[in-house]
Protein backbone atom coordinates (compact mmCIF):
# COMPACT_ATOMS: atom_id res chain seq x y z
CA UNK A 1 0.00 0.00 0.00
CA UNK A 2 1.11 4.02 -0.78
CA UNK A 3 2.62 5.50 1.75
CA UNK A 4 4.72 9.24 1.94
CA UNK A 5 5.94 11.19 4.77
CA UNK A 6 8.36 14.24 4.52
CA UNK A 7 10.60 15.06 7.44
CA UNK A 8 12.68 18.28 8.83
CA UNK A 9 14.88 17.61 11.32
CA UNK A 10 18.34 19.62 12.24
CA UNK A 11 21.54 18.53 12.23
CA UNK A 12 22.28 16.62 15.65
CA UNK A 13 23.87 13.32 15.91
CA UNK A 14 21.07 11.95 18.24
CA UNK A 15 18.64 12.20 15.63
CA UNK A 16 19.92 9.88 13.44
CA UNK A 17 18.15 7.20 16.24
CA UNK A 18 15.19 8.87 16.24
CA UNK A 19 14.50 9.13 11.84
CA UNK A 20 15.89 5.02 11.42
CA UNK A 21 13.08 4.45 14.49
CA UNK A 22 10.28 6.51 12.85
CA UNK A 23 11.07 5.23 9.57
CA UNK A 24 11.39 1.81 10.78
CA UNK A 25 8.08 2.61 11.83
CA UNK A 26 6.80 3.25 8.76
CA UNK A 27 8.18 0.31 7.35
CA UNK A 28 6.74 -2.03 9.67
CA UNK A 29 2.93 -2.20 7.84
CA UNK A 30 5.07 -4.06 4.79
CA UNK A 31 6.67 -6.67 7.11
CA UNK A 32 9.76 -6.54 6.40
CA UNK A 33 12.65 -8.90 7.04
CA UNK A 34 14.99 -8.06 9.42
CA UNK A 35 17.97 -7.78 7.03
CA UNK A 36 15.86 -5.55 5.04
CA UNK A 37 15.46 -3.13 8.68
CA UNK A 38 18.90 -3.46 8.97
CA UNK A 39 20.25 -2.56 5.55
CA UNK A 40 17.44 0.57 5.32
CA UNK A 41 18.57 1.84 8.98
CA UNK A 42 22.66 1.66 8.02
CA UNK A 43 21.72 3.47 5.10
CA UNK A 44 20.03 6.29 6.90
CA UNK A 45 22.87 6.44 9.48
CA UNK A 46 25.87 6.48 6.91
CA UNK A 47 23.40 9.00 4.55
CA UNK A 48 22.39 11.14 7.69
CA UNK A 49 26.07 11.25 9.55
CA UNK A 50 27.64 12.63 5.72
CA UNK A 51 24.76 15.34 6.10
CA UNK A 52 26.22 16.20 9.52
CA UNK A 53 29.87 15.65 9.20
CA UNK A 54 30.10 16.69 5.87
CA UNK A 55 27.92 18.82 4.85
CA UNK A 56 27.57 20.86 7.54
CA UNK A 57 31.02 20.30 9.52
CA UNK A 58 29.05 19.14 12.53
CA UNK A 59 27.56 22.33 12.96
CA UNK A 60 23.98 21.23 15.09
CA UNK A 61 21.50 23.56 14.25
CA UNK A 62 21.36 22.90 9.98
CA UNK A 63 17.97 21.78 8.33
CA UNK A 64 17.91 18.42 6.68
CA UNK A 65 14.79 17.49 4.48
CA UNK A 66 13.89 14.05 4.00
CA UNK A 67 11.16 12.39 1.99
CA UNK A 68 10.25 8.73 1.88
CA UNK A 69 7.68 7.05 -0.06
CA UNK A 70 6.68 3.67 0.36
CA UNK A 71 4.97 1.64 -2.68
CA UNK A 72 4.38 -2.18 -3.41
CA UNK A 73 7.32 -2.48 -4.92
CA UNK A 74 9.90 -0.32 -3.33
CA UNK A 75 10.85 2.59 -0.78
CA UNK A 76 12.40 5.42 -2.20
CA UNK A 77 13.97 8.04 -0.16
CA UNK A 78 15.76 11.30 -0.62
CA UNK A 79 17.96 12.95 2.22
CA UNK A 80 18.82 16.49 1.50
CA UNK A 81 21.09 19.23 3.27
CA UNK A 82 22.24 22.74 2.44
CA UNK A 83 25.88 22.59 3.36
CA UNK A 84 29.52 22.85 1.43
CA UNK A 85 28.54 20.06 -1.03
CA UNK A 86 30.73 17.92 -3.08
CA UNK A 87 32.97 19.14 -5.73
CA UNK A 88 33.41 15.53 -7.52
CA UNK A 89 30.86 13.47 -6.47
CA UNK A 90 32.19 10.10 -9.19
CA UNK A 91 35.32 10.22 -6.80
CA UNK A 92 33.84 10.74 -3.48
CA UNK A 93 31.41 7.44 -4.39
CA UNK A 94 34.84 5.57 -5.02
CA UNK A 95 35.31 3.00 -2.07
CA UNK A 96 37.58 4.08 0.05
CA UNK A 97 37.74 7.66 -0.65
CA UNK A 98 37.38 10.19 2.32
CA UNK A 99 38.29 13.83 2.60
CA UNK A 100 38.22 13.34 6.61
CA UNK A 101 41.39 10.96 7.12
CA UNK A 102 42.04 12.24 9.82
CA UNK A 103 39.16 11.87 11.63
CA UNK A 104 39.33 7.81 11.42
CA UNK A 105 36.77 8.18 8.29
CA UNK A 106 37.12 4.98 6.49
CA UNK A 107 35.69 6.43 3.05
CA UNK A 108 33.19 3.64 2.91
CA UNK A 109 29.50 5.82 3.45
CA UNK A 110 28.62 5.67 -0.16
CA UNK A 111 29.93 1.77 -1.01
CA UNK A 112 28.10 0.52 2.06
CA UNK A 113 24.58 2.75 1.12
CA UNK A 114 25.58 1.87 -2.69
CA UNK A 115 25.55 -1.79 -1.73
CA UNK A 116 22.25 -1.87 -0.06
CA UNK A 117 19.82 -0.05 -2.29
CA UNK A 118 18.97 -1.15 -5.35
CA UNK A 119 19.36 2.37 -6.81
CA UNK A 120 21.53 5.62 -5.74
CA UNK A 121 21.79 8.62 -7.22
CA UNK A 122 24.19 11.93 -5.68
CA UNK A 123 23.37 14.87 -6.90
CA UNK A 124 25.59 17.76 -5.58
CA UNK A 125 26.53 21.79 -6.31
CA UNK A 126 29.41 23.16 -4.30
CA UNK A 127 28.16 25.83 -1.75
CA UNK A 128 24.70 24.87 -1.89
CA UNK A 129 23.87 21.41 -1.42
CA UNK A 130 24.12 17.75 -1.49
CA UNK A 131 20.67 15.31 -2.45
CA UNK A 132 20.96 11.50 -2.28
CA UNK A 133 18.30 9.38 -3.83
CA UNK A 134 18.07 5.92 -3.05
CA UNK A 135 15.49 2.71 -3.35
CA UNK A 136 15.33 -0.50 -2.35
CA UNK A 137 13.25 -3.42 -3.67
CA UNK A 138 10.72 -5.21 -1.10
N1 LIG B 1 26.49 15.37 2.41
C1 LIG B 1 27.77 15.60 2.05
N2 LIG B 1 28.24 16.87 1.93
C2 LIG B 1 29.52 17.13 1.58
N3 LIG B 1 30.43 16.15 1.28
C3 LIG B 1 30.03 14.87 1.38
C4 LIG B 1 28.69 14.52 1.76
N4 LIG B 1 28.59 13.17 1.76
C5 LIG B 1 29.79 12.71 1.39
N5 LIG B 1 30.68 13.71 1.14
C6 LIG B 1 32.07 13.57 0.68
O1 LIG B 1 32.23 12.29 0.11
C7 LIG B 1 33.28 11.59 0.77
C8 LIG B 1 32.97 10.10 0.79
O2 LIG B 1 31.83 9.85 1.62
P1 LIG B 1 31.70 8.41 2.32
O3 LIG B 1 30.49 8.40 3.16
O4 LIG B 1 31.82 7.35 1.26
O5 LIG B 1 33.02 8.32 3.22
P2 LIG B 1 33.35 9.09 4.59
O6 LIG B 1 32.13 9.73 5.13
O7 LIG B 1 34.52 9.97 4.35
O8 LIG B 1 33.80 7.89 5.54
P3 LIG B 1 32.81 6.84 6.27
O9 LIG B 1 31.44 7.03 5.68
O10 LIG B 1 33.38 5.50 5.94
O11 LIG B 1 32.88 7.20 7.71
C9 LIG B 1 33.41 12.24 2.12
O12 LIG B 1 34.70 12.09 2.69
C10 LIG B 1 33.09 13.71 1.79
O13 LIG B 1 34.23 14.36 1.25
MG1 LIG C 1 30.33 8.72 5.29
Given amino acids: MYNEMSL ?17 AMLVDHNPT ?16 NCIVHGYQNQED ?8 LDDTKVSVSIEDYGVGIE ?8 LFTTKQEEERSGLGFT ?17 GTRLYFEKNW
Fill in 8 to 24: RFISKRNNIIIVRNMVG
Fill in 62 to 69: KYIDMKIV
Fill in 88 to 95: DVHQAREP
Fill in 34 to 49: LTFLNEMKTILSEAIT
Fill in 112 to 128: IMEMFSDYMEVESTVGK
